[in-house]
T-cell receptor, first 111, second 116 residues
Framework: QKEVEQDPGPLSVPEGAIVSLNCTYS??????FMWYRQYSRKGPELLMY????GNKEDGRFTAQVDKSSKYISLFIRDSQPSDSATYLC???????????FGQGTILTVHP | DTAVSQTPKYLVTQMGNDKSIKCEQN?????MYWYKQDSKKFLKIMFS???????INETVPNRFSPKSPDKAHLNLHINSLELGDSAVYFC???????????????FGPGTRLLVL
């Protein structure tokens, strides 16, 4: 079993829809949780960063962490075609810089 | 100005060859990383250097050897290339490793390696 599980999709939604992306993990030592967005043929870029449990909102994006369930989510409101990308969850414990990534979910938002 | 740059962007080579990928960051960061992304998009860390010192060395074949001449550069040399080495290799950097905003990793555009 992988340390971080993420449904690879693909996920296709109409413009304006609310998108929910999720990851589960098995390592209870993880404390830092991130979501990266990766456009085709580009490097990942950080979208959201959360420490421990709770919610964090940034514009149309909301990240949620439930450490008791070992479950994290990213919600995208009013999705746009420009949101079409692969979304990777990533997390780490206390070890130096070692991020563990999920497989990534391919999202397509069609006009 | 490109924050994290990699050269080359594409690399096509024969099995058994030796090749190098270069990475440079102009962000003034202390920590640099090499990741491998396979065909299924799994991104896995290979190495990490903090101020030119190796701090993460995952289970990677000895054919892969990183070198950090200074904290702005982290190169990856691969000996005796194999078919399974075909992947996209990403370099990344972060301000540090101590937590919080220090954790944000900035990725380069990737080097697409194809071994024939």
């Amino acid at each position: 079993q992988k340390e971080v599980e993420q449904d690879p999709g693909p996920l296709s939604v109409p413009e304006g829809a609310i998108v929910s992306l999720n990851c589960t993990y098995s390592n209870s030592a993880f404390q830092y949780f991130m979501w990266y967005r990766q456009y085709s043929r580009k490097g990942p870029e950080l979208l959201m960063y959360t420490y421990s449990s709770g919610n964090k909102e940034d514009g149309r994006f909301t990240a949620q962490v439930d450490k008791s369930s070992k479950y994290i989510s990213l919600f995208i409101r009013d999705s746009q075609p420009s949101d079409s990308a692969t979304y990777l969850c990533a997390m780490k414990g206390t070890s130096y810089g070692k991020l563990t990534f999920g497989q990534g979910t391919i999202l397509t938002v069609h006009p | 100005d490109t924050a994290v740059s990699q050269t080359p962007k594409y690399l096509v080579t024969q099995m058994g060859n030796d090749k190098s990928i270069k990475c440079e960051q102009n962000l003034g960061h202390d920590t640099m990383y090499w990741y491998k992304q396979d065909s299924k998009k799994f991104l896995k860390i290979m190495f990490s250097y903090n101020n030119k010192e190796l701090i993460i060395n995952e289970t990677v074949p000895n054919r892969f050897s990183p070198k950090s001449p200074d904290k702005a550069h982290l190169n990856l040399h691969i000996n005796s290339l194999e078919l399974g080495d075909s992947a996209v290799y990403f370099c990344a950097s972060s301000p540090g490793t101590s937590g919080g905003a220090q954790e944000t990793q900035y990725f380069g555009p990737g080097t697409r390696l194809l071994v024939l």
